[in-house]
Nanobody, 122 residues
């Protein structure tokens, strides 16, 4: 599966952004999907994950209560709604897909999309 993330940009602290990830292929609903981010000088970190049918969502502690992940398997899309953004949310955000659940601590992700930059100004 090929993934393409978009929707990043520059926003003031307290604002919001919605990231989207478009997936190619007809087997999208066979994959768990999720979002990771990487700030300069840091390792890529888990942000949010969602089950194949969208029933279950998983969040990093930093995202709980502010971010919401969703997916539409009819459109091969997975979104990340980010509210109450903070300067520390500044990073390149990547969407990901895997045959196993994408949760905190996961490594060896099968598929990555190109990242989209999110910058939150103070």
């Amino acid at each position: 599966v090929q993934l393409q993330a978009f929707g990043g940009g520059l926003v003031q602290a307290g604002g919001y952004l919605r990231l989207s990830c478009a997936a190619s292929g007809r087997t999208f609903d066979r994959y768990f999907t999720g979002w990771f981010r990487q700030a300069p000088g840091t390792e890529r970190e888990f942000v949010a994950g969602i089950s194949r049918g969208g029933t279950y969502q998983y969040y990093a502690d930093s995202a709980k209560g502010r971010f919401a992940i969703s997916r539409d398997n009819t459109k091969n899309m997975v979104d990340l709604q980010m509210n109450s953004l903070k300067p520390e949310d500044t990073a390149v955000y990547y969407c990901a897909a895997d045959t196993d659940p994408i949760q905190k601590g996961r490594t060896g992700i099968d598929y990555w999309g190109k990242g989209t930059q999110v910058t939150v100004s103070s």
